[in-house]
């Protein structure tokens, strides 16, 4: 069965730093483009950060400079590290992998159940 776990989550004061980490099992996470997603009470979703298969990063801006994505394909796991993060960062964080099979012409899409990172004094 298909699973992504979040970790990492809590409560951090602004300037401060926090790792998620997403843990995959059950498809071929060396052949998934990882990504982490969030979302803030009465808000739209956003994407905030994007890793593709072969490790090139893309960022939201309002994330650029703050905040790593990065994937270890031994562990079947992505990362997301925060840091200098700020209040508007508060949301759930959630993890998503599209996964390319050799036999589907389409990547499967799948999603954690997301994780709370609220920044608050």
């Known amino acids: 069965q298909v699973q992504l776990v979040e970790s990492g989550g809590g409560l951090v004061q602004p300037g401060g730093s926090l790792r998620l980490s997403c843990a995959a099992s059950?498809?071929?996470?060396?052949?998934?483009?990882m990504s982490w997603h969030r979302q803030a009470p009465g808000k739209e979703r956003e994407s905030v950060a994007t890793?593709?298969?072969?490790?090139?990063?893309n960022y939201a801006d309002s994330v650029k400079g703050r905040f790593t994505i990065s994937r270890d394909n031994a562990k079947n796991t992505a990362y997301l590290q925060m840091n200098s993060l700020k209040p508007d960062d508060t949301a759930v964080y959630s993890c998503r992998a599209m996964y390319y099979s050799a036999i589907s012409a389409r990547p499967y899409e799948y999603w954690g159940q997301g994780t709370q990172v609220t920044v608050s004094s």
């Open positions: 890793i593709s298969i072969g490790g090139t990063a």
């Open positions: 059950g498809f071929t996470f060396s052949r998934s483009v």
